[in-house]
């Protein structure tokens, strides 16, 4: 992803004004592949069974707030209508999402006290295990892309078909850094960036220092790698240097699933909306993925996403600067 602005791009936005989210008319350029699910979680604070989750869920609910968002995915028959209300009702394009003949993807996990780390309990790949999208032509031109946790081959397959894309950024998990590694290893290679969660990074590079880490994947592809934390923040590795901002501090969180996918939505959408590849574009971008994801995480499933307001969102941005702006030493 280069890090000078592009050509054509549009003039600078205030990561404030989340225009163009709700304009039909206004341009689509973000598209996402991964899953849609159904999650069963277990936090100690509730739990939720069969609920809508999947990477591509959260990513597109996050996204809603700052761009069109394009979905690309699979459901079963057993995947009704109602069930993708939350995504129609931000205005999300559903015409990429697929209802095939199986079952539609189900995830089960759960988190002790210790939130950061998801355990998961069963992974049923349903219709993913068959599913290879065929993108119809105006999801072909889209500009951003973002290959939302899925089976690399699909990311793959999704990204050779679309024709011309400004930015693609990535992300992954254990379940496909360990049963899928050669296939994740071609994808990387044609991402600018890489969005991952600190023990992913460790396990993909095979090395246990974070720095050292962010460096070898970076050699593997992606010129930006941003390793997310949880409750410590996120930190941005590109060719300017190292960027990092804390977590946005919550008296309460309830479930954290689909935190980092409501981190990415904020990222890949304020870059869409905002059209610069500048690095002050990838710096207010970790700053808003960081926003979605700690709205994200303050209630089960999509619950607290469906209720955010732009005003919120601008609120913990400017939070954000609150909370990390200090004067130079006398
Ligand atoms: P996150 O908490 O942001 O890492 O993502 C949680 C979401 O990822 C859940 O809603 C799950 O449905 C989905 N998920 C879990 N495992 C996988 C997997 N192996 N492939 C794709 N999506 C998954």
Request: zero cysteines.
């Amino acid at each position: 992803m280069p890090t000078t602005p592009a050509k054509s791009a549009p003039p600078a936005t205030d990561p404030a004004s989340l225009s163009g989210a709700s304009d039909p008319s206004a341009p689509a350029p973000l598209l996402v592949v991964g899953s849609v699910a159904f999650d069963t979680v277990r936090t100690p604070f509730g739990s939720g069974d069969e609920v809508l989750g999947g990477s591509a869920t959260y990513f597109s609910m996050a996204a809603s707030f700052f761009t069109r968002v394009r979905l690309v995915a699979a459901v079963g028959e057993d995947f009704r209508d109602s069930d993708a209300q939350p995504l129609r009702e931000r205005g999300v394009d559903l015409e990429g999402l697929e209802r095939i003949p199986g079952r539609t993807f189900r995830w089960e996990g759960e988190y002790g006290y210790d939130l950061n780390t998801a355990k998961t309990l069963r992974t049923e790949l349903g219709v993913f295990a068959t599913f290879r999208p065929r993108l119809a032509e105006p999801l072909r031109r889209s500009t951003f892309v973002f290959l939302a946790n899925i089976d690399p081959e699909i990311q793959l397959a999704t990204l050779r078909s679309v024709r011309a894309p400004k930015a693609i950024a990535l992300d992954t998990m254990n379940f496909w850094i360990e049963g899928k590694p050669e296939a994740l290893r071609r994808t990387l290679a044609k991402v600018d960036a890489l969005l991952i969660n600190d023990a992913e990074a460790r396990q993909l590079a095979d090395e246990p220092n974070l720095v050292r880490a962010a460096a070898a994947i970076r050699r593997m592809g992606p010129s930006i790698v941003v390793v997310k934390r949880g409750e410590y923040g996120a930190v941005m590795f590109s060719e300017t240097g190292v960027f990092g901002v804390p977590a946005y501090p919550l008296e309460s969180v309830l479930d954290p699933t689909g935190a980092g996918d409501s981190f990415a939505g904020g990222f890949m959408g304020h870059l869409a909306r905002d059209g610069r590849l500048t690095p002050e574009s990838f710096r207010q971008a970790v700053v808003l993925g960081s926003v979605m994801a700690s709205l994200d995480v303050e209630d089960f499933s999509l619950k607290r996403l469906a209720r955010a307001t732009n005003d919120e969102i601008r609120s913990r941005y400017q939070g954000f600067r609150d909370l990390t702006g200090f004067s130079e030493l006398a």
